[in-house]
């Protein structure tokens, strides 16, 4: 092809874009948040994108809390987190912003035992004891009475926890918080808390690096690097009484089990979910969509990829190990997307 | 040469300079060079604007308090300084000696082609990612701290604070030991081209007036070199003030003060790194910001007293400024 050719094809290609474009009015919506649902979040967008070709989500995973000021701030057209904000959060910002639920996590209890191999039940006192400090060895009571013929040493309980702020925290310590009410008055539940005892690690990767490594050690990492890291986790108790094996079905369940009780908001908390299938310690990621959204083409185009989110979406959530949300949260949530204006 | 021109008008005048070339150059250099000031004095008076929120809150109380807690919005700065100023002690107390002998071997005893083919291999390392330290520290410093030398050093100075308590692989001694090797290509690189520009004379002299090699090296050569080498042994405790990722992934990073280096601990830049981007309060993020003044205070203090000694130990001795 010679270079006219090139030229007449490359400016023939252009002007169809530039067509394109300006017919179909194309959409660019930034987006910045958390960074736990984001290989999912990814996904999406790329998939909404390929069937909505005139749509761009660019979304950053800069973590929650930078996801919430930028919203804030009008940098972004809308944020995500893994905690919901807090009533002072929303009164203080200067527009009304609304909680959409989109996927499920889960935090599991991993943990690095000589001797030991089986897998462990952890009551939510044990869980809440060993991370407060007061249970220190391996074979107290509070432990050995949930694992009947698990031979467990006498040894000290080196605790790891994560050193980044995190939702994966978020979720680990809403659920001490519940379990044990030293807990929630001493440390209470964040991102980043004051731990009273224990190592930090770096990243999921850095929590469970440090429980391969060392001994008598016990830490908690998100279902998702569990599952797919193929690392070994013990089961925790549920509000019913049963020792519950985190996986995709025991989330949905534990979601389900707070569905019934759903404030119009979305903002609430999962762990210790009502329901005898329900995994204890699970939680909604949320995306944060501001109630009034001045531009009419960002408006609908933020209304079409929730309402496609929740339904096509869902399917490839399994696929990256996400919980899907159960139906009548979705139910919900499509009724509340009319409250965007 | 010697400019007797009449007066001109302004402008004219400062065509006219231009003119020169030399003018130019004046220009684009100081131009160059008041940037400098403009960003240090800009960064300083962000970081001073936005650490507001805490400083009014807080006060002087910031430098003292010991604890760490985003729940209860009570933030105090002690561990994280302590932790800083303990790792890069340590890292110095490996890195020089080790760094320093290394350079005199390199610049006075080596052959000089063996000596090209290493420092070229140190400049590498000097490049290398501190990501990939904080790997090496993960993976095989963290367990032979844990297994090997760890009980060692408990064995024979168990008795001594510094090497009481349980050792649980990271803590202060790993990250100074990650931070020794990261800064030891520093000291080495520019100690070496320091004592090798020490004239030949000196050394001659020396030798000439019946000194040995080792004294002509470490009484004339290394002395007259002195105040480069301290100047490495500044940039490598620059280096080591800073850096962020290889220390987190070694330290435990648990705010707190303890006399044993087995016991995790904290540093200032490591925790900014961590806590960031999930920080939500405004009084957090402002608390965050104050640490990150609290660290430029300290390398502006550490780099003053710096200056200090270099000008006190030029009076003792060693090569004329």
């Known amino acids: 092809m010679n270079m006219k050719k090139t030229f007449v094809v490359v400016s023939l290609l252009l002007g169809m874009a530039a067509l394109a474009a300006a017919q179909g009015g194309q959409v660019l919506l930034n987006a910045a948040g958390a960074t736990f649902p984001y290989p999912i979040y990814s996904k999406w967008f790329d998939v909404y994108h390929t069937a909505h070709p005139n749509v761009q989500i660019n979304y950053q995973s800069i973590g929650s809390g930078g996801g919430i000021r930028q919203l804030q701030a009008g940098t972004v057209d809308f944020g995500a987190s893994d905690g919901p904000m807090s009533d002072e959060q929303l009164t203080a910002s200067k527009f009304k912003i609304l909680h959409f639920p989109t996927v499920l996590g889960a935090d599991v209890p991993s943990y690095n035992i000589s001797g030991v191999s089986g897998e462990l039940n952890f009551t939510e006192k044990a869980l809440a004891g060993i991370f407060l400090g007061t249970i220190t060895k391996w074979n107290d009571p509070e432990i050995t009475k949930a694992n009947p013929g698990v031979n467990l040493p006498s040894a000290d309980i080196v605790v790891i926890h994560r050193s980044d702020g995190s939702g994966t925290t978020y979720i680990w310590t809403d659920f001490l918080s519940k379990a044990s009410d030293d807990w929630k008055n001493k440390v209470g539940k964040g991102t980043s808390v004051n731990w009273p005892v224990g190592l930090g690690g770096k990243g999921n990767e850095g929590v469970s690096g440090l429980v391969k490594q060392t001994p008598n050690s016990i830490g908690y990492i998100e279902l998702v690097y569990a599952a797919q890291n193929g690392i070994a986790f013990g089961k925790v108790q549920n509000a019913a009484g049963k020792f519950i094996k985190a996986d995709l079905a025991s989330v949905t369940a534990a979601a389900a089990g707070a569905a019934k009780d759903m404030p119009a908001d979305f903002r609430v908390s999962i762990t210790n979910a009502p329901g005898a299938a329900a995994y204890p310690v699970s939680s909604f990621t949320w995306l944060l969509i501001p109630a009034r959204i001045q531009d009419p083409a960002k408006r609908d185009a933020i209304k079409d990829f929730l309402k496609w989110m929740l339904t096509e979406g869902q399917k490839y959530n399994e696929g990256l190990t996400y919980a899907q949300l159960p139906k009548p949260v979705i139910e919900k949530e499509l009724k509340a997307i009319a409250l965007i204006q | ?321």
């Open chain 2, 1 to 321: 040469m010697t400019r007797e021109v009449p007066p001109k008008s302004g402008l004219r005048a400062f065509v006219d300079k231009l003119k020169g070339g030399d003018e130019i150059a004046h220009l684009i250099t100081l131009t160059a060079a008041a940037g400098i000031i403009l960003i240090t004095s800009l960064l300083v008076l962000e970081l001073w604007r936005t650490s507001q929120l805490s400083r009014a809150k807080f006060g002087w109380m910031f430098f003292w308090t010991k604890v760490w807690d985003a729940n209860f919005d009570n933030f105090g700065a002690a561990p994280f300084i302590y932790g800083t100023l303990v790792t890069s002690a340590v890292a110095l107390a490996i890195a020089v000696p080790l760094g320093l002998a290394s350079a005199i071997f390199l610049s006075e005893l080596a052959p000089r082609r063996l000596s090209d083919i290493v420092s070229f291999l140190i400049d590498l390392l000097a490049a290398v990612p501190s990501v990939i330290y904080g790997l090496l520290g993960i993976f095989i410093v963290v367990p032979l701290m844990r297994t090997t030398l760890g009980p060692a050093l408990k064995k024979v100075l168990g008795f001594t604070p510094l090497f009481a308590g349980p050792n649980y692989g990271v803590g202060f001694l790993t990250a100074g030991i990650v931070l020794a090797i990261m800064v030891v290509p520093f000291i080495i690189s520019v100690s070496r081209e320091v004592l090798l520009s020490v004239p030949r004379e000196q050394r001659e002299a020396a030798l000439a007036m019946g000194a040995t090699r080792w004294e002509a090296t470490w009484q004339v050569v290394v002395p007259w070199a002195r105040t480069g080498i301290m100047g490495s042994v500044f940039l490598a405790l620059a280096r080591a003030l800073g850096e962020t990722m290889a220390v987190t992934m070694v330290i435990g990073n648990n705010p707190q003060i303890s006399a044993s280096l087995f016991a995790p601990g904290y540093t200032i830049a490591s925790v900014i790194a961590n806590e960031f981007t999930e920080a939500t309060g405004d009084l957090y993020l402002s608390a965050l910001i104050e640490l990150g003044l609290v660290l430029f205070l300290m390398t502006f203090i550490l780099n003053g007293l710096a200056r200090i000694l270099i000008v006190a130990t030029e009076r003792g001795g060693g090569r004329p400024a």
